[in-house]
Nanobody
């Protein structure tokens, strides 16, 4: 069973920093792009935060550029999100996702999987 396991969320004061991690576990052939989204309660749409390809190309939401840095360790199939200068409006559940190539039991497939989410709360 291929899955994503996230860690690193918590409570931090405005201006502080947190580092999120997300590791792919299970039997698979490769991991392609990986990324982070966030969803602030209640009822707001899920927002893309940052993505990174297997080659290291990155993309960021305008709201986090200059403050957040996404990176990955391909040997560990792990993606990180370094968050600095946190603001109260960054408060959300952060979810990682990854596009993986694995075996369905009958064929090789590409699919995008999601983590369970980790809560980041920034107090003012």
């Amino acid at each position: 069973q291929v899955q994503l396991v996230e860690s690193g969320g918590g409570l931090v004061q405005a201006g502080g920093s947190l580092r999120l991690s997300c590791a792919v576990s299970g039997s698979l052939f490769s991991v392609n792009f990986m990324g982070w989204h966030r969803q602030a309660p209640p009822g707001k749409e899920r927002e893309l935060v940052a993505t990174i390809t297997s080659g290291g190309s990155t993309n960021y939401a305008d709201s986090v550029k200059g403050r957040f840095t996404v990176s990955r360790d391909n040997a560990k199939n792990t993606v990180y999100l370094e968050m600095n200068g946190l603001k109260p409006e960054d408060t959300a559940v952060y979810l990682c996702n990854a596009n993986v190539r694995d075996y369905s039991g009958t064929s090789v497939r590409y699919r995008t999987i999601w983590g369970q989410g980790t809560l980041v709360t920034v107090s003012s």
